[in-house]
């Protein structure tokens, strides 16, 4: 989920805040009327620097947090019989994470990695409680939790419904500049498809595009 236009209170916050105005918009955005004292929320908020092809978290480790990109582009995959699969690509302004073994405790099966220098907001388990104890603040959690577990539900749907050539045809409509981003052995595996079919998949595309 991806939000652009920025509320008119932000100019209003101190300078140590500036950093996560981006975030703070996702909150306006996603939730217009939770009102937060963001002078508190800022101590508690994390935020770390990723090399590009650095893990955030790898397969079989404890996923103790959410995050969300501050600036680049992290990917989440999964591993088949050796066998990288690119679920989502998360550029500046989204979520991502494993919120059901992260509110468990337990390890996840995803690995979420940067594609490019990036940044990332870390909210911990000091975070979430930190949530909790705010008025409407649980409301809060729950439609960031459905904002990831809806992300999930539509992708397993593309996986099996829409074949390669539509979900490259969705990206190119509605991020193409991300394309240009995204290293094409990423991409290939986020299509489902084998490197080498890449090329040919995008000679296609472009050829309808231009009849």
Request: aromatic share 14%.
């Amino acid at each position: 989920m991806i939000f652009t236009e920025q509320p008119k209170w932000l100019s209003d916050l101190k300078l140590g805040c500036q950093m996560y105005e981006s975030f703070y918009t996702f909150i306006q955005q996603l939730f217009p009327d939770f009102k937060i004292d963001f002078l508190l929320l800022e101590p508690l908020i994390k935020s770390k620097k990723l090399h590009r092809g650095e893990f955030l978290v790898q397969e079989g480790e404890v996923c103790n947090f959410v995050g969300f990109t501050l600036k680049g582009c992290l990917r989440t995959f999964v591993l088949k019989n050796g066998k990288e699969y690119t679920l989502f690509f998360h550029p500046e302004q989204q979520t991502f994470g494993d919120y059901e073994r992260f509110q468990k405790y337990q390890p996840t099966r995803f690995s979420f990695q940067a594609v490019e220098e990036s940044e990332v907001i870390i909210f911990d388990h000091q975070v979430m409680q930190f949530f909790e104890t705010i008025p409407q603040g649980q409301k809060f959690l729950r439609l960031v939790a459905e904002d990831l577990a809806f992300s999930l539900r539509d992708k397993l749907l593309s996986l099996f419904l829409d074949p390669p050539e539509e979900r490259y045809l969705n990206l190119l409509q509605t991020e193409p500049k991300l394309l240009q981003r995204i290293p094409q052995h990423y991409l290939a595996s986020y299509l489902g498809i084998e490197p080498q079919s890449l090329s040919r998949l995008k000679r296609r595309v472009h050829q309808k595009v231009i009849s």
